[in-house]
């Protein structure tokens, strides 16, 4: 029988819970065992696919196509597991399910309730991740105790512990010992009563982690040892960390936690190897050099918008022992007047993902400096198709090529919608999704990244490169690096004549680990690195393109 550690949050949200289930989950996975991750949100939306990234972030995609919550990619990014359908359930996806099987008769005319349709359902898909090639499953409550919206979640997991046995599940809660500076003193009682509310639902923890600012006293650890009937080994003080959020699983084991854990789900206590992990953090944090990449973006005033983004230049340049400084600039905000002063002194410029028309104009006139000035770029999906729209209408002379996403009725759709998604009028979980074969072409700096013909990438998109421009834009300079053959999609373009300009479809920020940073990335921080090569700017097909570019693609 698998093992379960369900992880709960009180006294305030963002506490960091996916972090720290992440970071166990590492150390665990280091002492030898198999491990599933899986995450369980409070909101009606069936997945985060159709929600804003100013209110959610950014929607991490698995192998499989799921659209997941962003803490997904923390524990993909730590422990190298991949995550899939089953490791992220909402109430919307729990409350759907139930209603289609009622609509169905498989209730057989019961009359359906929260206790127990919904809490088994619940609990069906906590038990769907237990495997038997899994030891250990780690499943993570959204939410803070005491919102309603988590109640059904937090009596599915009590009813999940009664079931299996004390010895075969663990409740550990997260919660925050605040420091008052008028006061001069940190308060327990927040997390007294965040335990409180949980044991009035009959959820008792058995260890209790500690979000705090600054180092517990010996008497706060006696203290919420006492109140909250936890041993007192088992209260863990978790203070914010000085460099990176990959001290985290150290710090854990320096107190011991999975030690704790093992002990009591009466498993045996492997040894511990983080060499590798502790290598990486000490070159994180102590790198030989700094490079600047500015990120063109939509959502820049909200980090969690690009967060598999930044992580991934963080690896691109532990790989290539230096510290990336982001200099992150709202793409709305680039003018034919100040985009060269914005970008100044840059090392590479990074475009990600995005839908909607705000912001394109930006988007691509940061495009055409980073062409121009020979300043090295990666694109990624909405990024890759502002790249080909940036070069249609400046190398090719295509006046005001677009995507018809902005412009249906442009001229020139060097970008368009997937013929797959015309007949489809749903937004939710419908776009392409998960992992597609991409073959690479020889000869090209995408091949030599890869070292490797065919790669697997994850998508999540609806337009496309438009083929019918293809034979057009590569007589002019552009190369198609990369193609998913089974349905002719141009999947990486680059340009040859240029130190390093690369931008892909599919999302390779995704694949990234702090210990394995992905290829595209690492070679495009160490093209910054290698400094800008000087040269006479890159020549367009005509003066005058860049203007009826921002008329053709007006911001909102």
Known sequence: MAKHIFITGGVVSS??????????ALLLKQRGYRIRMQKLDPYLNVDPGTMSPYQHGEVYVTEDGA????????????????????????????????????REGGYLGKTVQVIPHITDEIKAAIRSLATDDVDIVITEIGGTAGDIESLPFLEAIRQFRQEIGRQNGLFIHMTLVPYI????????????????????????????????ERHME?????????????????????????????????????????????????????????????????TLIAPRREVEIAVIGKYISLQDSYKSIYEALTHAGVANDAAVNFRMIEAGDLTPDNTSKLLDGVAGVLVPGGFGFRGIDGKIRAIQHARQNRIPFFGICLG??????????????????????????????VIDLMEEQQTITDMGGTMRLGVYPCQLTPD???FAAYATETVQERHRHRYEFNNAYREQLEQAGMKISGRFVAGDLV???????????????????????????????????????????????????????TTSAAQACPAS
Request: include cysteine; charged fraction near 25%; hydrophobic fraction near 35%.
């Open 444 to 446: 090209t700096r995408t």
């Open 67 to 102: 659209e997941t919550d962003l803490d997904l990619g923390h524990y993909e990014r730590f422990t190298g597991i991949y995550c899939n359908q089953g490791s992220n359930y909402t109430t919307g996806r729990i409350y759907s399910a139930v209603i289609a099987r009622e």
């Open 181 to 212: 500076q008028a006061a001069g003193e940190m308060k327990t009682k927040p997390s007294q009563q965040s335990v409180g509310i949980l044991r009035t639902i009959g959820i008792v923890p058995d260890m209790l982690i500690c979000r705090c």
């Open 384 to 413: 890759m198709q502002c790249a080909v729209m940036e070069f249609a209408r400046n190398v090719c002379g295509l006046e005001g090529a677009n995507s018809t996403e902005f412009d249906a009725e442009t001229a020139h759709p």
């Open 491 to 545: 999947e990486i373009v680059e340009l040859s004549d240029h130190p390093w300009f690369v931008a892909c479809q599919f999302h390779p920020e995704f694949k990234s680990t702090p210990l394995q940073a992905h290829p595209l990335f690492r070679d495009f921080v160490a093209a910054a690195i290698g400094g800008r090569q000087e040269s006479s700017p890159a020549p367009d097909a005509t003066t005058s393109q």
């Open 15 to 24: 506490l960091g819970k996916g972090l720290t289930a992440a970071s166990i």
């Open 218 to 282: 010996e008497e706060h650890r006696q203290k919420l040892a006492l109140f909250c009937n936890v041993e007192d080994q088992y209260v863990i003080e978790e203070k914010d960390v000085d460099h990176s959020i990959y001290e985290v699983p150290g710090e854990l084991a320096r107190q011991h936690v999975d030690q704790h854990i093992l002990k009591m789900l009466q498993l045996p206590e492997n040894e511990l190897d983080l060499d590798e992990w502790t290598h990486m953090v000490q």
